[in-house]
Nanobody, 121 residues
Framework: QLQLVESGGGLVQPGGSLRLSCAASGFTLDYYNIGWFRQAPGKEREGISCINYNGGRTNYADSVKGRFTISRDNAKNTVYLQMNNRKPEDTAIYYC??????????????WGQGTQVTVSS
C-alpha cells in the first residue's frame, strides 16, 4: 500500500521545539516534491513549507519562516520538519504530501493522515 505516515507530533510548550517526520511506505520519495501543511480548528488548510525532490529548493510561508526548517533524507525515505520557537497559533494537525510533478502547489499524489501538534503551557 502506497502511503505517507507522519510522526513526531505532541504537546510542546511555547518556545519549545519539535521535529515531525514524514515517511513513505510502498514507494520511494526520491523523485517526489514534498509539502507540509497544517490545519487548525475552524481554519482552512495552510501550506507552510515545501522541498523539491533533491532538497535543493525549499520554500516557507511567512508564518513559519525563520522558525521552521524542512529537510529530507532520501536514504531513509523520510522528510522532516524541524519546528523551533513554537507559538500557540502553531497548534494544528500537520500533514505531509508528495507530488511527482508539481512543486509547492496544492496538487499532490499522496497525503498522510496527519499528526496533532499542540502548543500550550
Amino acid at each position: 500500500q502506497l502511503q505517507l505516515v507522519e510522526s513526531g507530533g505532541g504537546l510542546v510548550q511555547p518556545g519549545g521545539s519539535l521535529r515531525l517526520s514524514c515517511a513513505a511506505s510502498g514507494f520511494t520519495l526520491d523523485y517526489y516534491n514534498i509539502g507540509w501543511f497544517r490545519q487548525a480548528p475552524g481554519k482552512e488548510r495552510e501550506g507552510i513549507s515545501c522541498i523539491n525532490y533533491n532538497g535543493g529548493r525549499t520554500n516557507y510561508a511567512d508564518s513559519v519562516k525563520g522558525r521552521f526548517t524542512i529537510s529530507r533524507d532520501n536514504a531513509k525515505n523520510t522528510v522532516y520538519l524541524q519546528m523551533n520557537n513554537r507559538k500557540p497559533e502553531d497548534t494544528a494537525i500537520y500533514y505531509c504530501a508528495a507530488s511527482r510533478t508539481f512543486y509547492c502547489s496544492d496538487k499532490y499524489d499522496y497525503w498522510g493522515q496527519g499528526t496533532q501538534v499542540t502548543v500550550s503551557s
